[in-house]
């Protein structure tokens, strides 16, 4: 007997989490980038590795490409490859941060030749998603300024909507922008898209196919950031998700790896305002995997959020909602927290392998040959990573 009703477990069963192809290259801190046997070289094994996470959770249908980092010839092709090991070509996201143009800005830049040359990096992702058939452009911008005096901050509003808007004017009927905020880095006094305000003044003004990103790395300290998604829900403006977990900064560890409760009560709101498995939010990972292995790293990470997803469901909405209505803090409180100190992982288990999945996908992967076999096979050439 599951601890699950029918309509939880169909809630789980079409739970869908995009995982970002920068995930499966080499990462690291400023101080050092540590290399794994095995990491892709191009796109085309970066979804292959993607495709592993898929295989042992169905889970993880989809994979989020980056734009210049996964360019390739024929984006046909690549999609043709990614759909034939089960999974289907993402959001694509841009990328304004790497060139020696971009050192005071790219869509913000006082320069219109700057800003020309960022405009028509969008205009080109959105060329691709034609190709990919993906529906999202995800911009997060790196732009902002190190010292009190430097910039002039509204004049960077002002020209960050006039880059927006004709971005914006591209996009085909399907598709969408998703503005992603940050309160600092690689910025450190002011950031052009600091909070989800700043994102939410942006996107409104451009209209009913922008949206806001939440990043659940990108807030201070101690900031509620289920707040954050109930308001973003409410005003039909969450557009996406990007996972990771930090202790101290962004630190895109594995979700929930920090505080797990935090990632329950963030889910327990998108449940609550209606965004569970509502197309309309797109749940992304955006992790980087610096110490461990990756292809487990993902998996790890989408068992976590499929496993708080599912004592969130468990949350009694009835008696809460009584408790609440009657003033019983110590009852209401109670509710919320019988929900998320429930051990779901024995149900999860058994329920996967009803549908075919192993129980432990992690252990299942171990068991496998995958990593052993991409080690000894993908010898040579430049490992993917980020800025690769
Ligand atoms: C940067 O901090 C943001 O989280 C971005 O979403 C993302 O990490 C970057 O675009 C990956 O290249
Ligand atoms: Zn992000
Ligand atoms: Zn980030």
Not at 64 to 77: C, E, G, M, T
Not at 136 to 162: F, M, T, V
Not at 168 to 191: C, I, M, S, W
Not at 289 to 294: A, P, R, S
Request: aromatic share 10%; hydrophobic share 40%.
């Amino acid at each position: 007997m599951s601890i699950f009703s029918a309509d939880q477990l169909a809630q789980l069963e079409q739970q869908a989490i995009e995982l970002p192809s920068w995930a499966f290259g080499n990462s690291g801190t400023r101080f050092k980038v540590f290399a794994t046997a095995g990491t892709p070289r191009d796109p085309y094994e970066k979804i292959a590795d993607a495709a592993q996470v898929q295989k042992f959770t169905a889970l993880a249908p989809t994979v989020a490409l980056h734009i210049p980092w996964d360019k390739v010839d024929s984006y046909d092709d690549l999609r043709e490859h990614a759909e034939g090991l089960g999974v289907q070509l993402g959001t694509i996201n841009s990328n304004t941060f790497q060139d020696d143009d971009y050192k005071f800005g790219a869509l913000t830049h006082e320069d219109a030749g700057v800003r020309r040359k960022a405009i028509d990096h969008h205009l080109e992702c959105i060329d691709i998603m034609h190709a990919t058939g993906s529906r999202d452009l995800k911009i997060w911008l790196a732009e902002g300024s190190n010292y009190p005096g430097q910039a002039d901050l509204r004049g960077r509003q002002d020209r960050l909507h006039s880059s927006l808007a004709e971005i914006y004017a591209r996009l085909g009927d399907e598709q969408r922008l998703v503005l992603e905020y940050k309160f600092f880095e690689p910025a450190f006094y002011h950031t052009d898209v600091p909070d989800w305000g700043t994102s939410y003044a942006q996107v409104a003004a451009l209209g009913d196919k922008a949206m806001v990103c939440l990043d659940t790395g990108h807030h201070a300290p101690g900031t509620n950031i289920e707040f954050i998604v109930m308001q973003l829900l409410r005003l039909g403006k969450l557009g996406s998700f990007d996972f990771n977990s930090r202790f101290y900064a962004d630190d895109d560890l594995i979700v929930g790896a920090a505080d797990p409760f935090q990632l329950f009560r963030i889910i327990y709101e998108v449940i609550r305002g209606g965004g569970l498995n509502n197309p309309d939010v797109a749940f992304m990972l955006d992790q980087c995997h610096n110490v461990e292995d990756k292809v487990p790293g993902q998996i790890r990470s989408v068992l976590n959020v499929q496993e708080m997803t599912a004592r969130a469901l468990l949350v009694d909405a009835e008696a809460l909602a009584a408790a609440q209505r009657s003033g019983d803090v110590l009852e209401a409180n109670r509710v919320f927290m019988d929900a998320f100190y429930t051990d779901v992982r024995p149900a999860l288990a058994e329920w996967r392998e009803s549908r075919g999945l192993p129980a432990d996908p992690m252990k299942a992967f171990a068991e496998s040959s995958y990593l052993a076999q991409i080690a000894a096979d993908r010898v040579g050439g430049v490992q993917a990573g980020w800025g690769a």
